[in-house]
């Protein structure tokens, strides 16, 4: 019972995180149609330069870390500029593909920045845990739960109660409308690369501190969100989020009591299925005006 | 263009790229110049794996280029086929039936594959294909049955064919290049046929390709599977070089390794393909000193590429040739206006 009961909070708390690096891109995807094949090395940059800010430049924890998130807003809107900009008039998946050798040029970087080793970032709660009977609980998870469920909250606060919001669901609803509408693309593309990136670097902040991270951590949480966008609807928001949940705790408790070997392959099982069920998932009416 | 040169070219305009020819001359040049710059060690490795990368690379032009299917699978493709061609030659058998084993399995995993993901659209398909790529790494990791101890399995027989083996870096450049010639020789066909026609219909105008009939899905799944053959072949073909085999030799790395091989070569001729894997072999030991700018540069070159010139290198050529021809009659209209004047 101990054992499960473990499992299920490092399940939670992965899940929490791989909620927020979906919801990320589906964001960035709703707003400019473009999948981000870099989000997981955005995730990961946000995660190098969190503990560049709390290591090397010595800032208080908690300082270092807001310092990183505005970072990671720069750097989405930088993304926007070199990706997406320059191929705007081009087919959606060719922006796709430049995403792409972005992150490689991105992972490149910091491997010249840092190094290949795995690192271990800070908590901001300290290595505190709380206990459970016999389990020991880390308050950084605890912390993941909650930050993840206020980033929701404030999610869809913002899509569904701002200007910026409107327009995020008009330009998902029809791009050409929003756009004789008056919506500023331009600008809608900045703004949600940047927030975008900001979560990714927000998810990257939290989950590093209750594991080792790497230059290549990013894109394999990204695979597992891109797993949980698709079993999740691709769109639905909540969808989403169970889905990330199921997925993460699925794969904890597979890989603590069925088959430890394979349990990392769960996700991309899943993934490859639900995309022969759902292969129309993007494009449904229903799916796609919801957000 | 005049009539007079159209009644010349009756031929319709597929039949007159004189792609026979070309491939011809292609083996040959290879044949003549490939050992006489094959020197050293070095150069002789190199000239192999540039035939290796080629062959993989000219299968996803297939998928890519043709098809226009955005797909990460290849390296995974080349994995499953290097795997399964040890696997057999280490119970032992013949090198030629591993090779063929190797093309057969990777075509069937390649035909279901394509067929359970033919309705996805590109960003689906190119995240499932991800997706298999990852799964592919996992489980040739821990299969250790197929595999070899951590999915790593040395000791690959050389090619053996009909008694003869081959062992030297240039015994094995004959078999490459064989292998290579032969390829492209199929894919000069499959463009000659009607596919390539229909293929482009499909990719392009896939509304007008389905208005007028054209099985979209069976072209497409024909290509995949035909261009995952190519990778499996190829992975085969380097295992039974190299001697061994690992999942570090095919990761994601070398998925987006191909790709741009593709995409910097130019994705609208197969010479594309062969243009970019001779690139990717060459610029690392160009740029040996700068081993850690190595992937740097190849990001930067992937987006470069993608903006400034989208068709490649042999489209920067044609361009570039184009202008040429347009500055020659330019010349040639001023030489004839100068004649008229003096004329008066």
Redesign the interface.
């Known amino acids: 019972m101990d054992h499960f009961i473990a499992l299920l909070f490092s399940g939670v708390s992965l899940g929490a995180t791989t909620a927020l690096v979906a919801l990320g891109f589906l964001l960035l995807y709703r707003a400019s149609g473009v ?1 981000n094949f870099a989000h997981g090395d955005l995730m990961t940059l946000g995660t190098y330069l969190a503990f560049a800010l709390a290591t090397s430049a010595r800032l208080p924890v908690l300082l270092a870390y807001l310092v990183a998130l505005g970072l990671m807003f720069v750097a989405g809107v930088g993304l926007e500029r ?2 997406h900009a ?2 705007r008039n ?5 922006v ?3 995403t ?6 991105i ?3 910091l ?2 920045w840092h190094g290949s080793d795995p690192k271990s970032l800070p908590s901001p709660v300290g290595d505190r845990v709380v206990r459970f009977g016999d389990v020991a609980i880390a308050y950084q998870r605890l912390l993941i739960v909650v930050v993840v469920t206020l980033v929701l909250v404030g999610l869809y606060v913002l899509l569904r109660r701002t200007s910026f919001g409107r327009q995020v669901r008009a330009m998902a609803a029809d791009p050409v409308a929003a756009q004789l509408q008056g919506v500023r693309t331009r600008r809608m593309a900045m703004v949600s690369f940047g927030l975008s990136s900001a979560m990714a670097g927000l998810a990257g902040i939290l989950i590093a501190p209750t594991m080792s991270f790497d230059l290549n951590y990013g ?1 394999a949480v990204m ?1 597992l969100a ?2 949980a966008a ?1 079993l999740g609807g691709f769109g639905s928001l909540p969808g989403v989020v169970v889905a990330a949940l199921l997925l993460s705790v699925g794969q904890q408790l597979v890989g603590g009591y069925l088959i430890p ?2 349990n ?2 769960l ?3 899943l ?2 299925i639900g ?2 069920l759902r ?5 449904t009416g229903l799916s796609r005006s919801r957000l | 263009m005049t009539d007079h040169t159209a009644s010349r070219n009756t031929a319709p305009s597929v039949y007159r790229r004189r792609a026979w020819l070309s491939t011809a001359v292609f083996g040959l040049a290879v044949a003549v110049v490939g050992p006489l710059l094959a020197t050293g060690a070095v150069a002789a490795h190199l000239i192999n794996l540039w035939l290796i990368y080629s062959l993989a690379a000219v299968g996803f032009y297939l998928i890519y280029g043709v098809a226009g299917r ?1 797909s990460f699978c290849h390296t995974f493709m080349m994995m499953l086929g290097a795997y399964t061609s040890a696997w057999l030659a280490a119970r032992p058998a013949p090198t030629l039936l591993s090779l063929a084993a190797a093309v057969v399995v990777v075509a069937g995993v390649a035909t279901i ?1 394509a067929l ?13 294909t ?3 790529t ?2 592919g790494i ?2 040739f990791r ?1 299969w250790h049955a197929f595999t070899g101890p951590d999915g790593v399995r040395n000791n690959i027989d050389y090619p053996e064919f009909f008694g003869v083996t081959l062992r030297s870096n240039r015994e094995i450049f004959w078999l490459l290049l064989v292998v290579l010639v032969l390829g492209i020789l199929g894919v000069v066909m499959v463009e000659r046929s009607p596919m390539r026609r229909e293929a482009i219909a499909a990719r392009d105008l896939p509304a007008v390709a389905a208005t007028a009939g054209l099985p979209a899905t069976k072209i497409q799944t024909q290509l995949f599977v035909m261009g995952s053959a190519y990778g499996a072949l190829a992975g085969a073909l380097y295992g039974h070089w190299q001697g061994f085999v690992s999942t570090a030799s095919f990761g ?1 790395d070398v998925a ?1 390794g191909i ?1 741009l091989m593709v ?1 910097l070569g130019g994705s609208q001729s197969v010479w594309g393909a062969v243009i970019g894997a001779g690139f990717y072999v060459l610029v690392p030991e160009i740029l040996s000193q700068f081993t ?2 190595q ?2 540069l ?6 470069l590429i ?2 400034v010139f ?1 068709r490649g290198f042999l489209g920067l050529a044609s361009d570039a040739v184009a202008l040429a021809r347009r500055a020659g009659r330019a010349a040639r209209a001023r030489d004839a206006v100068g004649v008229e004047e003096v004329r008066k």
């Open positions: 999948i070199v990706a320059p191929l081009r087919p959606e998946i060719v796709g593909i430049a792409l050798g972005v992150g490689i040029v992972r490149s970087l491997s010249l894109f695979m891109f797993a698709i070997n394979y990392s392959a996700p991309f099982v993934l490859i995309i022969a292969p129309h998932g993007l494009f | 955005f594959f359970a993901t033919s309705r996805a659209t590109h960003f689906y398909f190119a995240i499932a991800l997706g298999l990852e799964l996992i489980i821990h994601l987006i790709f995409v850690r700018l992937t740097l190849y990001g930067a070159l992937l987006v993608l903006i989208p």
